[in-house]
């Protein structure tokens, strides 16, 4: 091999095996979405505990529930984008630590006030890991198998919310809601060191960006447990972006369509998963179940969407992405209509929560594997954090008006029947992207 030889870095991860590096990678990524789960999914399994301490109403303390997902659309919009230009390794480690700390601090607050603050700020880490753990992944793994890797990465998202439940049912009766946000908060602190040790930056970034050879060389060999110093250049095999400013990329010819439908779907997943999940532990227990009981129901809608995000996943990288994403909605919409009819005090109802998980996080889990193919390097991150956070909007409106529809007098049924209609709007618009033209640096990323 001449010294002067150049490596194309896209063609050079698809054509070889995963390396072991490459699954601690995607291991460590499972970690930190795993985490991020706990710290989005934790408010839920506490609120009980909290509005009967405290004596607040329900819609009172949807302003502490609507805190987190506001920060993490912030999050997502601002530092999740900021990858394009820092880097991905800087902004997942730093978003790590933000979430950890707030969410300890959160177990301290002596108001709704101070606890909304905080949960505003633990939104803003987490808005920030989720965009760059998905892109780091994406421009590590072959994309032969790319969706199936994310959604098996994203799973960590599902069992982390999922397990907290079960850890809330534990803690909570020995030692008090607070115990339950500390330990959210410490785990991803642990995390940290091991992530700060082994987390690499992205060869593709650090290529664009003209970073020395040498150094691309020495990141990538690592990672894919090759020897590349033979290699004096880099490259990206990728048409060249429509422009080298990351957002605008995102609304340039071919784009803008996709970008927009990308949103919409993101929007109506959220708002369902976060409605769900925030306000089903209050339904069950004012239905005059235990709150243990309310707690493993409402993990069980976590639980089956690890597993649909694996199967998602998989029917994704042989069937295509969004014809898959958008079934995976259209049935969930079916579910939530039976789920509704039957009611909370169905003897099917852990049964009817756990589909209604395995088909809508799995398709909101196969739409993060989707989001990135969709753009070129210069402006994957921000065209994935920008879906993050224009969708977590959604998930604002569903946090925050469970407790006004439950003020109004609406019940269990009324509710989950109503979801049905964002779930078919999610179906129809990720069906738009499926018939979009797709530009060429769309298809070679």
């Known amino acids: 091999m001449n010294a002067s030889a150049t490596l194309d870095i ?194 593709r970034f650090m290529t664009v960006k003209g970073q020395p050879a040498a150094k691309i060389g020495a990141v990538l060999g690592r990672v894919c447990r090759a020897n590349l110093a033979q290699y004096a250049s880099f490259e990206v095999n990728e048409p060249a972006p429509p422009s080298k400013q990351p957002l605008a990329v995102l609304f340039s010819s071919g784009y803008g369509l996709r970008t927009i439908a990308l949103w919409v779907t993101y929007f109506m997943g959220l708002l369902v998963i976060y409605l769900t999940t925030s306000w089903l532990p209050m339904m069950i227990k004012d239905a005059g179940l235990p709150i243990e009981r309310a707690a493993q129901i409402t993990a069980m809608f976590q639980l089956g969407g690890t597993v649909g995000a694996i199967i998602v996943g998989l029917a994704m990288d042989r069937f295509g992405p969004s014809r898959m994403v958008g079934l995976a909605y259209f049935f969930g919409a079916i579910v939530l209509l039976v789920l509704g009819f039957n009611g909370v005090m169905s003897a099917w109802i852990a049964l009817l929560v756990g589909a209604v998980g395995f088909f809508l996080s799995g398709a909101q889990t196969g739409l993060n594997a989707f989001a990135p193919g969709c753009y070129p390097t210069v402006g994957r991150a921000t065209g994935v954090s920008w879906m993050l956070g224009i969708g977590r909007l959604g998930s604002i409106l569903g946090s925050t008006i469970g407790g006004v529809l439950l003020s109004q007098g609406l019940g269990f049924q009324a509710i989950f029947m109503i979801l049905a209609i964002p779930a078919t709007a999610a179906a129809l618009a990720i069906f738009r992207v499926r018939t979009t033209t797709q530009p060429a640096a769309g298809r070679a990323a």
């Open 10 to 203: 896209r063609s050079f991860v698809n054509e070889r095996k995963m390396s072991s590096y490459q699954w601690i990678l995607v291991a460590l990524c499972f970690c930190i979405v795993a985490v991020d789960g706990m710290d989005v999914a934790i408010m839920g399994f506490v609120a009980p505990s909290i509005t009967s301490a405290w004596g607040i109403s329900k819609s009172a303390f949807g302003f502490v529930m609507g805190a987190a997902p506001i920060g993490l659309a912030i999050g997502a919009l601002i530092a999740g984008s900021s990858s394009d230009w820092f880097g991905r390794r800087k902004v997942l480690l730093g978003s790590v630590a933000v979430f950890g700390i707030a969410t300890i601090l959160t177990a301290h607050a002596a108001n709704v006030e101070q606890m909304a603050i905080m949960r505003l700020i633990t939104g803003l880490g987490l808005g920030a890991a989720m965009p760059n753990a998905t892109t780091l992944v994406t421009e590590y793994v072959p994309e032969r198998s790319r969706s199936f890797l994310i959604a098996l990465m994203f799973t960590g998202f599902n069992f982390g919310s999922g397990v907290i439940g079960f850890i809330a049912a534990a803690l909570i009766p020995r030692y008090g809601w607070e115990s339950v946000l500390v330990f959210g908060g410490a785990l991803p602190l642990l995390l940290l060191p091991v992530l700060f040790a082994l987390l690499p930056e992205s060869a």
